[in-house]
């Protein structure tokens, strides 16, 4: 079965320290892969998106993911956290055949103390 | 554009009422997706409509639920009769078409079922 992995419930990190928040899938073919934020009260925000080509990809309010074929991973990563990076994070996984269901994560809270 | 936009924000009703979700894609997007988000289960994805015509509805949990779309602007979401394990924050999203497009949420309705 078609899944996406997201190992931790919560991540704690100190302001200006960099950040990871990861994920693994589990899908056939050559999938695109996103990020979504959710701020608390308010719908998933898209973060960024792999589709092909460079595994470093760049998005918005300074983040990056990186896509690791071999290990069906494409973890998020932020240089330098702030406290306004706090929320809940979903990793999103697409097959690019046979349909257009999403599959998203679990969701990864971050929470950056001052 | 004013993004999705959904209606109401909140809704408390009592078990046994009929309860009516409402939507508004982003124009010119012409994929539609209802999910429902709760603690326990996460999100979601009940239903997603292509161009008007629903395509996939396997994730709609019963017969109480159903939803519809009469035409590219507007769509909604039926619950009858509810109840209390009825109870999430329902959102509706929007996308382009088949390529490896994000999907933009809307705010969310917080329904809740006495």
Partial sequence: AQSVAQPEDQVNVAEGNPLTVKCTYSVSGNPYLFWYVQYPNRGLQFLLKYITGDNLVKGSYGFEAEFNKSQTSFHLKKPSALVSDSALYFCAVRPNTGGFKTIFGAGTRLFVKA | ?????????????????????????????????????????????????????????????????????????????????????????????????????EQYFGPGTRLTVT
């Fill in chain 2, 1 to 101: 554009d004013a993004g999705v936009i959904q209606s109401p924000r909140h809704e408390v009703t009592e078990m046994g009422q009929e309860v009516t979700l409402r939507c508004k894609p982003i124009s010119g997007h012409d994929y539609l997706f209802w999910y429902r988000q709760t603690m326990m289960r996460g999100l979601e994805l009940l239903i997603y409509f292509n161009n008007n015509v629903p395509i996939d509805d396997s994730g709609m949990p019963e017969d109480r639920f159903s939803a519809k779309m009469p035409n590219a602007s507007f769509s909604t979401l039926k619950i009858q009769p509810s109840e209390p394990r009825d109870s999430a924050v329902y959102f509706c999203a929007s996308s382009l078409g088949q390529g490896p497009y």
